[in-house]
């Protein structure tokens, strides 16, 4: 079983900042491939970044602003999430999972979720 705690959330103007930590317990986190996703009100959860062993992937929207990365030491993944923009408003989800999959249902394990909410 994994814990994952998301935190780091909040409200930032357009062309801001944001970092992301997604604190996991009970089993390392380097064990599983982690996956960030996110879900606006009225939409479907959406794939936003996956980090597998050294491997990343990234959404088109997202791609060249968002960087994942993992603390193995910490047990903890973060999404760096620069230039934001308002349609990045959203809660922010982290999964755990065999696969570094843009499909949610292939993940294991689920944070809470952080809200993110961009202001122009």
């Known amino acids: 079983q994994v814990q994952l705690v998301e935190s780091g959330g909040g409200l930032v103007q357009a062309g801001g900042s944001l970092r992301l930590s997604c604190a996991a317990s009970?089993?390392?986190?380097?064990?599983?491939?982690m996956g960030w996703f996110r879900q606006a009100p009225g939409k479907e959860r959406e794939f936003v970044a996956a980090l597998s062993g050294g491997i990343t992937y990234y959404a088109d929207s997202v791609k060249g602003r968002f960087t994942v990365s993992r603390d193995n030491a910490k047990n903890t993944v973060y999404l760096q999430m620069n230039s934001l923009k308002p349609e990045d408003t959203a809660l922010y989800y982290c999964?755990?999972?065999?696969?570094?999959?843009?499909?949610?249902?292939?993940?294991?394990?689920w944070g809470q979720g952080t809200q993110v909410t961009v202001s122009s």
């Open positions: 999964a755990a999972g065999p696969f570094a999959a843009v499909t949610s249902s292939l993940y294991y394990y």
């Open positions: 009970g089993r390392t986190v380097s064990g599983y491939n």
